[in-house]
């Protein structure tokens, strides 16, 4: 049984166990965030749709440390910006404005995970934007969308282009600003934010050494986004090979998440 599986027998009564069981998935990916160096003090933010019709999601509590998180902690918010839990902390503007966004529009949005990494930011604010030089880039360029910087996210006039540029990536780059992804579920928007984000420091490794980075044959990005263009082995691999050990390493670094 997994540590969300086990926490479900002690689901708060306000609660559905599918709520819980999403808000200890969302606390645990909060602590890999912070455990992985890609927290930015409080800001930046991730967010995950609560289990039902009415698109409530939740999203961190403005004022915690991403190491602090836990499931109890989170906010749950509709998408006119209401908050639906009592607490002594409010919401991320900025947050709510792109993560409404994409709650609003993409029905397969399980999780939306946005970050400001050095790494991320300084390809989101290159010319060439994230180039298929290696593997791992070719991970996630073939599902890649930009959108242009237009200030601090806090006019919610934004959110139509925000949408209309995302269309059905799973993977955004906003320019001069950072990494986003969406994913199904918590684990498939973690696994494709860790290809991402090691995707940037590659390339920002490799144009350390040089201007020039080895070709690579088209043919063989054609073959391997053939290879990869498959969403639901996607979800499978994440959700089933990947967030278990993830959800282990989290409990050996602080099982307190789970609160």
């Not at 607490?87 to 399980?110: L, Q, W």
């Not at 579920?185 to 980075?213: I, K, W």
């Not at 082995?233 to 050996?252: F, G, I, M, Y």
Request: charged content about 20%.
């Amino acid at each position: 049984m997994s540590p969300a599986e086990a926490r479900l027998k002690e689901v708060p009564s306000d609660m559905t166990d599918a709520e819980w069981g999403q808000r200890v998935n969302l606390a645990a990916c909060y602590r890999l965030i912070a455990h992985y160096g890609w927290d930015d003090l409080v800001d930046t933010h991730i967010s995950a749709r609560v289990p039902g019709p009415e698109h409530h999601f939740l999203i961190n509590p403005y004022g915690l440390m991403f190491d602090e998180i836990t499931a109890s902690s989170l906010v749950k918010v509709d998408l006119d910006g209401n908050l639906l839990t009592k607490g002594p902390y409010n919401i991320n503007p900025a947050g709510f404005t792109i993560h409404s966004a994409i709650h609003e529009v993409r029905e397969d949005a399980g999780c939306v995970l946005h970050l400001h990494t050095p790494d991320g930011t300084a390809v989101a604010s290159s010319q060439e934007g994230l180039l298929p030089i290696n593997q791992t880039a070719q991970l996630v360029t073939y599902d890649l969308a930009y959108h242009d910087y237009e200030g601090i996210a806090l006019d919610h006039d934004e959110r139509p282009r925000l949408q209309k540029d995302l269309g059905s990536k799973n993977h955004m780059l906003l320019r001069n600003h950072g990494t986003l992804t969406v994913g199904r579920s918590v684990a498939s928007a973690f696994e494709r934010m860790f290809h991402l984000e090691r995707a940037c420091t590659m390339q920002v490794r490799t144009r350390m050494l040089g201007p020039m980075a080895y070709p690579v044959d088209p043919a063989v990005v054609d073959k391997n986004t053939a290879l990869l263009a498959n969403p639901d082995r996607q979800e499978l691999r994440s959700t089933v090979l990947v967030w278990p050990a993830l959800l282990r390493k989290v409990e050996r670094l602080d099982p307190g998440y789970k609160n």
